[in-house]
């Protein structure tokens, strides 16, 4: 999965799950809440499993990956609007591998 270009700067941990469960409520069609998987990453697309992020504890950053390359433009747009909504400070990914 690689990774998208957007990253979610400066998110506390105690924070990461009510931001991901916004990003899920308003960005994906009955989308109700992000969960962490056992692979500690979450799911944030309601289930569809096309995008997911994790959660850079070191750089208090929020990345995100898709399932797909063709889909990166679309899933950046959608991070992008959510993040100028809710005055979330943006980087562009440096991470060129994937997850």
Known sequence: ????????????????????SSLTKESFVVGQSAYQLNDGSYSVDAGENDIRAIYDQENAELKFFCRYQRDM?????????????????????TTSSEY
């Open 1 to 20: 999965m690689p990774y998208c270009q957007t990253n979610f700067r400066t998110v506390p941990p105690e924070r990461v799950e009510e931001v991901l």
């Open 73 to 93: 433009n679309f899933y950046d747009k959608k991070l992008m609007a959510f993040a100028t909504k809710h005055d979330i400070d943006t980087k562009p990914c």
